[in-house]
Structures are given as C-alpha cells and as structure tokens.
C-alpha cells in the first residue's frame, strides 16, 4: 500500500494539484458507492434522517477532499454510516414501531376546510406556508381541502374535496 500516499498525498492538508485531483476521483467514485449503499431516497431528502445522513456523507467526503483526516478510516466509517442508514430502511419496512420511532406520525393540519391551529403551531406551519401548500394543490382557499397533512418527511399534502 505504499503506492495509496504517493498518489493521494498526505493527510495533513498539503496536497499537490495531481493528488487532489486523484482524491476527488476516487471520492467521485465513493460517492456514487454510498449512493448506491443507501438508495436513491437518502438523497432526495424524504425524511430528516435521509437529509441528516446525505450531510454526514457529504461532510466525511470533504474532509478527506481536503486531507485532513486519514483516507481509509474516513471513507470507511462514511461507508459504515450509508449502510447503517440502509439498514435502517430496511427495518422500518418490517416494523412499523420502529418507523415511528425514526420517522414520527402524519400530522392532520386541515380536515374539511377547517384548519386545525393547534397542529399548525406543533410543526411551526405559518398560514403563508399553508396558503404555499394549497396554492401547490391547486386549490384557492383551505375550505375546497378536503385534507391537508404535515407528512413524515416535511412535505405538506393536499387533497380537495370533491365538487
């Protein structure tokens, strides 16, 4: 292994052009592994645990960008956290307590029109973010929803009412 040094430099920051260069290659190639490890999910920020997990990625993969941690054991502690995060997902889909433990409930923000305030400050939701998420909807006005919900990964749904 005495050839992994000579071509991805030190880790104490003071890299040349080649080997920063040959870092971000193998880290383009590592990132595209976690990716993989993770699923498609983790990155497209469903949840607050798939947001959390993509940053820790991200900020593991930087430090070793810029040498300042050792290469090996960083990128695999990073490959650890991707398959732990995978392992997670997995275990939610067979246990439903577990899933709540790690991704909370559904929150009912507005049932037939009328909004429920109670909720809307519980997940600090503003009118304006409501009027947002209706206007998205394709509604006009909350008393054309039919339901309006604070989801699991942040996003707010909207169904309108029949008629």
């Known amino acids: 292994m005495d050839w992994l040094p000579a071509l991805i430099g030190p880790d104490d920051g003071n890299l040349t052009v080649s080997q920063a260069c040959a870092r971000a290659a193998v880290l383009f190639f590592f ?4 990716m993989r490890i993770t699923g498609r999910r983790s990155f497209s920020g469903l949840t607050p645990l798939d947001v959390f997990v993509a940053i820790v990625i991200g900020s593991n993969i930087s430090r070793v960008m810029i040498g300042k941690v050792p290469v090996v054991p960083s990128l695999c502690a990073t490959a650890l956290i991707a398959l732990l995060h995978r392992l997670l997902a997995l275990a939610t889909v067979r246990s439903s307590t577990l899933g709540l433990f790690l991704k909370g409930r559904p929150q009912i923000l507005v049932r037939n029109g009328a909004v429920i305030p109670a909720a809307l400050r519980r997940h600090n939701v503003s009118k304006e973010d409501l009027d947002e998420a209706l206007r998205l909807g394709g509604l006009e006005h909350v ?17 309108a009412r029949d008629g």
Do not use: D, N, Y
């Open 31 to 34: 990132g595209i592994l976690c």
């Open 143 to 159: 008393e054309q929803a039919k339901l309006v919900t604070f989801e699991r990964g942040g996003r707010i749904s909207v169904i």
